[in-house]
Structures are given as C-alpha cells and as structure tokens.
T-cell receptor, first 116, second 115 residues
Framework: AQSVTQLDSHVSVSEGTPVLLRCNYS??????LFWYVQHPNKGLQLLLKYTSAATLVKGINGFEAEFKKSETSFHLTKPSAHMSDAAEYFCVVTDQGSGGYNKLIFGAGTRLAVHP | NAGVTQTPKFQVLKTGQSMTLQCAQDMNHNSMYWYRQDPGMGLRLIYYSASEGTTDKGEVPNGYNVSRLNKREFSLRLESAAPSQTSVYFC??????????????FGEGSWLTVV
C-alpha cells in the first residue's frame, strides 16, 4: 500500500526567502503525486502533479516539485515566498482502491507561515 | 466556473439528528467523492461513486450513506449524527477513477459540528 509522509508539520519563512516543503512516499509501483494547497476556510486547490512525465514539475504561483525515485521524495519548492503563500500544503499519492478507483492518500499536511 | 459546489457551508447539529450534505459538479466528471478532514489526519475517503449509478465505501464509511442522484450530484447523509462526526467535509470529482493521474477537484468544504 502507498503512504506519504510530510516531514514538517510547520514551516516558517520570511517573505522573499525560499520555501521547501518536504514529502516522502512509499510505493510499490510508479505513483502519481500531487501537491494541494488549502487556504484558511477554503477547499483544496491543485498546485501541481507528477504523472511519470518530466521529473521536475512546475505548478501554479511559482511552485515546483521534483520527483526523485531513488530518494522516494517529492519536495515542493518556491524561490521566493509571498505573504499570500501562507496556507496548509498537502502531499498526495495515488493508490488503487479495492474497487480499482483512484484512491488518494494524503499526508498530514504542512502549515506554511510567511513573515514580513 | 462553479466547479464543485457544496451546501451547506456551515451546520450545527444535535446528537441524533439527521442531515444531508449536497454536492454538485458542472465539469461532466464521471467520478465523485466525499472526504472528511480532521486535524493532523489529512483527508480520509468516506464514500465514492466511480460512475453514475454506482457507489462504494471508502476508508471511513460508518455512520454515513450516499446517493448518486445523477451524473452531477452526489449527496452524503448522516442518519443519526454523533459528536465524532464533527469535521470538515469535502466533496470532490474527477474524470475517472483510474490511477493514471486523473486530477481530483475539490469543493470548498462544509463545516459540521455535532453537539
């Protein structure tokens, strides 16, 4: 079965500095991986996804993530944080449920704080 | 672009009461899902519907029922609410259920408190 571990529950950065949110996964096959962002009292918005094409994936709002199979990692980065990036971020891996459905396995989330 | 729309956004229930969360999507997606979100646990799948006319249990189905009314709509019913069902509920949809990278789109959530 697939699993996903977000290594930091909270990350705090200053505005204009780089962001790194770490995610490791376990998989018995080549998974699809996603990063979603959730702003307070809002739904989840897709940032980016990896589906076995290019290992460096670019997403919205300047975020990108690199799929490293040897390290089973899919870390999310952004060169320069903006105040509006403050939110909770979820790393997600797909698994196949018993009915063949597209089961999503969520990490516990990383809360990103951005300080002026 | 409405996407996935859930109602109500906020609800307070007394223990034992029943209620239905409504969800509709306008993206012509085949598959729909209900998740609950609890602190520190990410999202957990309650029920899903791979296509119109089918529903299946997810990870945490106990205490819930669902109806796939048509291709657009997928409702979640709590027959006898319990405090353990206090949570944020998300409806979602995708083009299909295969693990080929179908993107799942989420609604904005329904905050439910059971007292």
């Amino acid at each position: 079965a697939q699993s996903v571990t977000q290594l930091d529950s909270h990350v705090s950065v200053s505005e204009g500095t780089p962001v790194l949110l770490r995610c490791n996964y376990s998989s018995s096959y080549s998974p699809s991986l996603f990063w979603y962002v959730q702003h307070p009292n809002k739904g989840l918005q897709l940032l980016l996804k990896y589906t076995s094409a290019a290992t460096l994936v670019k997403g919205i709002n300047g975020f990108e993530a690199e799929f490293k199979k040897s390290e089973t990692s899919f870390h999310l980065t952004k060169p320069s944080a903006h105040m509006s990036d403050a939110a909770e971020y979820f790393c997600v891996v797909t698994d196949q449920g018993s009915g063949g459905y597209n089961k999503l396995i969520f990490g516990a989330g990383t809360r990103l704080a951005v300080h002026p | 672009n409405a996407g996935v729309t859930q109602t109500p956004k906020f609800q307070v229930l007394k223990t034992g009461q029943s209620m239905t969360l409504q969800c509709a999507q306008d993206m012509n997606h085949n598959s729909m899902y209900w998740y609950r979100q609890d602190p520190g646990m990410g999202l957990r799948l309650i029920y899903y519907s791979a296509s119109e006319g089918t529903t299946d249990k997810g990870e945490v189905p106990n205490g819930y029922n669902v109806s796939r009314l048509n291709k657009r709509e997928f409702s979640l019913r709590l027959e006898s609410a319990a405090p353990s069902q206090t949570s944020v509920y998300f409806c979602a949809s995708s083009t299909g259920t295969s693990i080929s990278g179908n993107t799942i789109y989420f609604g904005e959530g329904s905050w439910l408190t059971v007292v």
